[in-house]
């Protein structure tokens, strides 16, 4: 005689019932787009190494969200990309431009999307001359008191221009902290998110978002402030750490591939939002493999957004976000 509890076939042999056996489902509300921004208004320029997504100036924003947000884009994350020959320097000085892209992004989409939430991305790599994601020293290595100001006085300038939320990616020690104070200095504390990039990790998974953004640095790497792919046990004290500094919400990035830090997140605090950046590179594999034949694009999209669920985000940062509007739908 069969063992009665043996038997689990009964519990998803039907659609129906296999979707009862999800933890979480993805909704619309969960999903955030990334977009690049220049400083040439009329620009649209396919990046190569990453599918279907574009640099836009100004002027192309409006035109291209439209439609997505008729669709039901509720979030965005915004990215500079000066191109102008003098934007950079070593401090990063055009990343809070007043006539920069991002603010100008900022006011521009507020305007014609009330609704939208925007995100901006805190960062001066795409700012500075060499490429790093803070003020360096002589020697090269980063001035993390220096960066944190740099940094914190960028984060406010967001806010005041009318970003919801800042989203700090440098990984200086203390940033959260400098971001939070400046943030209530201000009056802004109130209604800005503050979503800590708590658990970066360093490696290879960035580089199309390099050729985007044109934030490849010009010597060194970033291991020495993003954390190594085997510290488990240091994301951990990130979070908690960022946690007590004040951020609102933990994000943990790349996210395929660390799925066990996005549970220990949810598990060091259940009551944070936690969000996962799928990023370039893991965005890019999943269409060059589709490609290659090995398996379906979107089969293997859904089966990692769902992974990413399962671990335990809710929210999800992903350049797939047009094709998941559109499949959410059907
Ligand atoms: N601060 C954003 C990144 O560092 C990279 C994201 C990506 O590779 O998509
Ligand atoms: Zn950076
Ligand atoms: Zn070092």
Redesign the pocket.
């Known amino acids: 005689m069969t063992d009665i509890s043996s038997i689990l076939h009964g519990g998803y042999h039907h659609p129906l019932s296999r979707t009862w056996q999800a933890s979480c489902h993805l909704t619309k509300s969960m999903l955030v787009y990334?977009l690049f921004i220049t400083d040439s208004p009329d620009e649209e320029t396919p990046i190569s190494s990453?599918p279907n997504q574009c640099r836009r100036g100004l002027n192309k924003l409006v035109p291209f969200l439209t439609p997505l947000i008729n669709k039901g884009l509720k979030s965005v994350i915004l990215?500079g990309v000066p191109l102008a020959p003098d934007a950079k320097d070593p401090t990063g000085k055009s990343a809070d431009d007043e006539s920069g892209p991002v603010i100008a992004a900022i006011k521009l989409l507020k305007e014609a999307f009330p609704e939208l939430f925007i995100i901006c991305?805190v960062?001066l790599?795409e700012y500075t001359s060499h490429g790093h994601c803070g003020i360096l020293r002589e020697d090269g290595t980063l001035e993390n008191a220096a960066s944190v100001k740099r940094i914190s006085e960028v984060a406010v300038n967001y806010a005041k221009a009318g970003a919801h939320c800042v989203a700090p990616?440098d990984m200086m020690d203390g940033r959260i902290k400098g971001i939070k104070t400046g943030l209530i200095e201000v009056g802004l504390a109130h209604k800005v998110l503050l979503m800590s990039?708590a658990a970066?990790f360093a490696g290879c998974?960035?580089?199309?978002?390099?050729e985007?953004?044109g934030?490849a640095p010009a010597f060194g790497d970033r291991r020495c402030y993003q954390l190594p792919p085997n510290a488990r046990g240091l994301a951990r004290r990130a979070i908690t750490r960022d946690l007590a500094e004040g951020a609102d919400i933990i994000m943990v990035?790349?996210a395929a591939n660390f799925l066990d830090i996005i549970s220990d997140a949810k598990q060091v605090s259940p009551d944070t939002p936690i969000a996962a950046?799928?990023?370039?590179?893991?965005?890019a594999m999943l269409h060059a493999a589709a490609k290659a034949g090995v398996f379906d694009l979107r089969r293997a999209a859904e089966e990692v957004m769902t992974s990413i669920l399962r671990a335990g985000a809710t929210i999800v940062?992903s350049?797939f976000t047009p094709e998941f509007l559109d499949w959410l739908d059907e």
Do not use: Q, T
């Open positions: 990334p990453l990215f991305d960062c790599c990616s990039y970066k998974w960035y580089g199309p978002f390099r985007a953004a934030s990035k790349p950046y799928h990023v370039s590179g893991e965005y940062i350049y």
